[in-house]
């Protein structure tokens, strides 16, 4: 990225964030003095305390606003020229995501009361085409009180998901799982032969001989390195033609941060974040010919 564009973006975001602090400020200090005025019934004050609450609320809509608006711009400027320099054969589009019915394909992904996924990657790697998205998938909880009725909303998975080609021919289909289960019935639980691939996963098949013919020694080997690379709760779904990939790790990717200077750390998180994806294919040998249908 160019020196001179780093200081541009970094300028225009203190001045964002500027505004959200003196925002934050002014809203704290005229609820403070509402409550006050309103707790001794002091009239003058309690009007004063309304006047700062609203200044200081327009002051923090306007750096949120700013701060949202340089994000976007940030990732159509910056990183989708970025990734097309690391991997040609990409499309990034930011405002985009993965709809509903790829992403619980997985098929042990809960189906979500409120779904949002943004940060769609579209492409190919030596010939391995994927696609994969920021998901935020959260359930309704209704709480009734003497109050009344309290509706909200709890994340349960927050990541990335992942749907790589995967032209291996089997019968029926497998899931390799730190955590859920399938959502399909007909899967079988399947204890492997390495002990401790069988703690740190859970293996489910429709049969059993699925999972031993693509789960070898060096693929339990690299989704072991996988899992330590990555951290959050990792799910693999073999179905079909497709290995989908899920990393609940409680994670938005590729934003800018508030309060912390864009800089070459910053971009290099993007870059692995990025290549998560040829890490992915390269690991699991996505790329090998004996993967592939004749």
């Known amino acids: 990225m160019e020196k001179n564009n780093l200081i541009i973006f970094n300028q225009n975001k203190k001045a964002a964030e500027k505004n959200i602090i003196i925002g934050g400020i002014g809203l704290a200090i005229g609820i403070v003095v509402f409550a006050l005025s309103y707790m001794n019934s002091v009239v ?8 700062i609450a609203v200044v200081g609320l327009v002051f923090f809509i306007k750096g949120s606003s700013s701060f949202s608006s340089l994000n976007k711009r940030f990732k159509k400027d910056v990183l989708s020229k ?11 589009r930011p405002d985009y995501g993965l709809n509903e019915g790829t992403v619980y394909e997985t098929d042990f992904l809960k189906r979500a009361d409120r779904f949002h996924s943004e940060d769609y990657l579209e492409g190919k790697i030596e010939d391995v085409e994927f696609v994969s998205s920021d998901v935020k998938l959260e359930e309704r909880h209704v709480q009734h009180t003497k109050n009344g009725t309290r509706t909200y909303y709890v994340t349960y998975f927050l990541g990335r998901v992942f749907r790589f080609a995967f032209n291996k021919e089997f019968i029926g289909s497998l899931q390799v799982l730190e955590s859920d289960r399938p959502k399909s019935r007909g899967y079988k639980r399947v204890k492997l032969e390495s002990i401790d691939f069988n703690k740190k996963f859970k293996t489910y098949a429709t049969e059993d001989i699925t999972a031993f013919y693509i789960l070898t020694p060096d693929i339990m080997e690299a989704i072991f390195n996988l899992e330590k690379r990555h951290p959050g709760r990792i799910g693999l779904s073999f ?56």
């Open 44 to 51: 003058p004050t309690l009007v004063i305390g309304v006047i």
């Open 82 to 92: 970025m990734f097309k320099e690391l991997i040609p054969d990409i499309e990034y």
């Open 239 to 294: 179905h079909g033609e497709h290995l989908y990939v899920t990393i609940n790790n409680n994670k938005d990717t590729f934003e800018i941060k508030l309060f912390r200077e864009i800089d070459d750390s910053m971009i290099r998180e993007f870059e692995k974040d990025l290549l998560v994806i040829k890490d992915f294919i390269m690991t699991l040998k996505l790329n090998n010919n004996l993967f592939k249908k004749k």
